[in-house]
């Protein structure tokens, strides 16, 4: 039972890590471009910060 729980948290872990790195990305690119800012901007910002998670911890180095 608690490694089902481990594994939980840790699946949380990454969400939390990819919506951190998708509002990175969020507030550079309002900082260069201020007109920029919305939705779609917001939702790719995340499944960028998504993508990131998975290709860090995907790498085959």
Same mark, same amino acid.
Not at 4 to 17: G, M, N, P, Q, T
Not at 35 to 42: D, N, Q, R
Not at 45 to 52: D, I, K, P, R
């Given at each position: 039972?608690?490694?089902?729980?481990?594994? $939980? $948290?840790?699946?949380?872990?990454?969400? *939390?890590?990819?919506?951190?790195? #998708?509002?990175?990305?969020?507030?550079?690119?309002? !900082?260069?471009?201020?007109? !920029?800012? #919305?939705?779609? $901007?917001?939702? *790719?910002?995340? *499944?960028? #910060? *998504? #993508?990131?998670?998975?290709?860090?911890?995907?790498?085959? $180095?």
């Amino acid at each position: 039972m608690s490694e089902l729980i481990f594994e $939980l $948290l840790l699946r949380l872990l990454k969400v *939390a890590a990819a919506a951190l790195l #998708g509002l990175l990305f969020y507030m550079t690119a309002t !900082a260069i471009d201020p007109a !920029a800012a #919305g939705a779609m $901007l917001a939702v *790719a910002s995340l *499944a960028a #910060g *998504a #993508g990131t998670i998975l290709l860090l911890e995907s790498s085959p $180095l």
